[in-house]
């Protein structure tokens, strides 16, 4: 069985998601990363604060009607009373569809916003080499493009427009009740220091404790994809009781850390407003006095009052909004991570081209690698192979003998820790990515099949191919039979992962798949393992015909399937130890021939 790169190992309680302790946000300023996506909308920014300037200043300019509304009950003229309604009427209507303006506004500007952001982050991670999934679970790297990007589609579609709004209620409320009583302003400006500290206080708390909530939302997302995506496993080895433990104490500790956020919040919220509104009752007391004493009208009052209301209230707002601006600064910066992380394979800054057409000659030259996560075990030590274009070659050998990685160095989702790898004679590294493996066809051992009908899957191989081309290839793989026999034959769903298909029937559509794709050098490993003997035997004779005129790379386990390959590579221990024809290597002695041994010998005097 060919080897399979190790797995990440688990994340530290300590840092939940990753292998490595993620710093601490410390400023709000973090949410300038999102400028970049802004930009391309000035001018729907530019419309919302127009929106926002507007529904500002009607709101503040109301009071100024309920004060004339107030004064005129002495005066008792009807007529003045009437357009001072009226007026009150009018401001109402420009409040209402101002900030209905405005919510649409900024709404479309966050919905848009973090449509480009999750479209850069899946972009930027789709094509990062396996070297990053080794570092990251795929769950957290799902909760950051939804969880988080949720987070700051509140913010810029919401929690932004309202702070810019209360900021601005703050001060023109503030300079109109300087002008309506200087007296009982500076009343209210004692109050200002006893609202901003434990704002400022208790805000830095806060934002520790968001990001630290996060960073355990996206461990559980990562535990849950986890155990979802093996869930058969799972079940077959009864571990559903574990599994559920293992989510369940990730789960708690996020909820117990949440939970320390909403107290921290909460109590913010409670000192915040019961100091602004005890100050406003202890003002509207000493204005009683002065209403009173005649040193001001009951409508001057009640405009005082109301602009009174509004500062703190916005003051309020504000407090709330910035624990909702410290989560979405949190979130930030975990997406920011993801776009300005570097890949440890990178396309050439100046591509060569390969030559047209591909003939799928193959060379490593000294090739020594170790997989970033097992830095201490050779995965590859100093392998020399020339295969010809056209040449069959298969790789067989013990489990971690370095088979798989083989293909992997070909495909280079990693580039080698010394030596070279060509096709047709250019280095790997001087081409891009997409333009080498366009000239090769993959059937994984572990077929990867998308929930999607039948012919789609097939289709992945060459997105433009036509019915008949699929229907062609599925033949070639035996996969036409049963695919035929579906509910719905080529159309029909195969469920997520594959679920309603058989190994077998996986792997047929996997081989289909790189026969549609037409490629000049065709990658199998194990491409036939799930096979019953008939299958085994029709796949095996439509990959003979798709070789002619190919080059193509075998690992198999069963050395049945391989006798008729041109040369047979025996690795062990990431080296190559022997090559040469199945007779040959017989005769030869050592590993293939016990291999052979094990296989043929024994397995005759079994039956």
Known sequence: MA?????????AKTAPGKTEPREKSKKIGSLGALWPFMRPYKLLIAQAILALILTACVSLALPLAVRRVVDNFRTGQSELLDKYFLAALGIAALLAIGTGLRYALVTRLGERVVADIRKSVFNRVIGMSPAFYEQIMTGEVLSRITTDTTLIQSVVGSSVSIALRNILIFIGGLALMMLTSPKLSGLVLLLVPLVVVPILTLGRRLRAISKENQDWIAASSGNASEALSAVQTVQAFTHEGASRTAFGDVTETSFDVARKRIRTRAAMTVI???LVFSGIVGILWVGAIDVRSGLMTEGTLVQFVIYAVMVSGSVAAL??????????????????ELLQLEDSVQDPAAPQALPTPVRGEIAFEDVAFRYPSRPDRAALDGVSLHVAAGETVAFVGPSGAGKTTILQMLLRFYDPDAGRITLDGVDLSAVTRGDFRAQMALVPQDPVIFAASARDNIRFGRPGASDAEVEAAAKAAAAHEFITALPEGYDSYVGERGVMLSGGQKQRIAIARAILRDAPVLLLDEAT???DAESERAVQEAVDRLSEGRTMLVIAHRLATVKKADRIVVMEDGRIVAQGSHDALVAQGGL??????????????AE
Do not use: C, H, M, N
């Open 592 to 605: 293939y021939a016990r291999l052979a041994r094990l296989q043929f010998t024994d397995g005759i005097a």
């Open 3 to 11: 080897e399979s790169k190790p797995a990440p190992a688990a994340p």
């Open 272 to 274: 915040v407003i019961f």
């Open 319 to 336: 407090s709330e909004i910035w624990g909702e601006l410290q989560r979405a600064a949190g979130a930030t910066e975990r997406l920011a």
């Open 529 to 531: 393992s799930a096979l």
